[in-house]
């Protein structure tokens, strides 16, 4: 985790946006499964998640993964001292920690897909427990290391030796299709890791919630990717979250795109949002276009709001 040396994450409106979304999940899923949740993120210096699952989720049982900045510094940026923190890499620090515990975990990746991505799934899946959440993001872009170059058929399968469909295609690294071909991957190892469960005898079944990509203003293209684990009888429906337009149990993507509106031109809009026809009246002032429009009432509940307040 290297951007917390450059992004401050609490200033990114977009990954903002997605959190508030992702949480107001997080407190129906919590209700319906009951009892107390672990949290594990990658924290690196502002905590941002931990501070608002802890305000908002009450969870006091928080592990902070992070290898790539100095342990002091981390330790110094802890807002609570009842985080733990790891400081080594994430494979390696999730075997350490007790995943038998009901959680919810997010890996917020700055990285594009790699191997160990998967080695932190297959440890998170093969012992998590019924009601637990899995996250992760990552920066969308199937790109080589080596060149910089989106991947040929030949450079993916041997990168990622095993994960690959068969029938995978030049067209699914492009920037339309990338976000689906991680998709696939990460459902295919998954169900394989269910299934080996299952076949021990556990009784369990991941239902997708997220599939959602964004774009900070010229930043990099994300996508996060995650679901909740339930017994074989749950159905999706029985998880009351079907009414956010945000969850998807299926291929289908959210893409989260932020209007840029001033304060005045915001005030405007919510006058108006109860009327889906004002959007042609409000767009012939000239003021606001119904692109601009659509996009707000899309987010306007997720939206943060940045002051500059003199201390």
Known sequence: MNSPKYLNYETRPAKFTERKMLLSTFLRLCNTFKGAYQ??????????????????????DMCSIEGGLKKEKVIFNSPYSFINIYHEMTSEALTKIDLTKKTLVWLDYDGALDNYMFEDLAILFNRLPIGSVY???????????????????EQFQEKFDGLVPFDIKVSDFSGSEDHR?????????????????????????????YNIVYQENRGARMFT???????????????????????????????????????????????????????????????????????????????????????
Do not use: W
């Not at 905590?47 to 006091?60: M, R, S, V």
């Open 225 to 311: 990717f995650g679901g909740v684990l339930t017994d074989n009888e749950t159905k999706f429906e029985d998880l009351n979250i079907s009414d956010f337009d945000f969850v998807s149990n299926d291929d289908t993507v959210y893409k989260i795109n932020l209007p840029n509106l001033t304060v005045k031109e915001v005030d405007l809009i919510n006058k108006h949002l109860a009327n889906d026809e004002e959007a042609e009246t409000l767009a012939a002032t000239q003021i606001v276009t119904v692109n601009d429009i659509n996009k707000y009432k899309s987010v306007y509940k997720y939206l943060p709001s940045f002051f500059d307040v003199r201390l």
């Open 39 to 60: 949290y594990i993120g990658l924290g690196g210096l502002s905590f941002t998640d931990f501070k608002l699952f802890h305000k908002e989720l009450h969870i006091k």
């Open 181 to 209: 071909t991680i998709r696939k991957l990460l459902t295919n190892l998954i169900q394989k890791t269910i299934k080996g469960r299952n076949r021990a005898g556990d009784n369990i079944a991941f239902h997708q919630l």
């Open 135 to 153: 996250l992760m993001s990552c920066n969308k872009e199937l790109k080589s290391d080596e060149s910089g170059e989106i991947y040929t058929i």
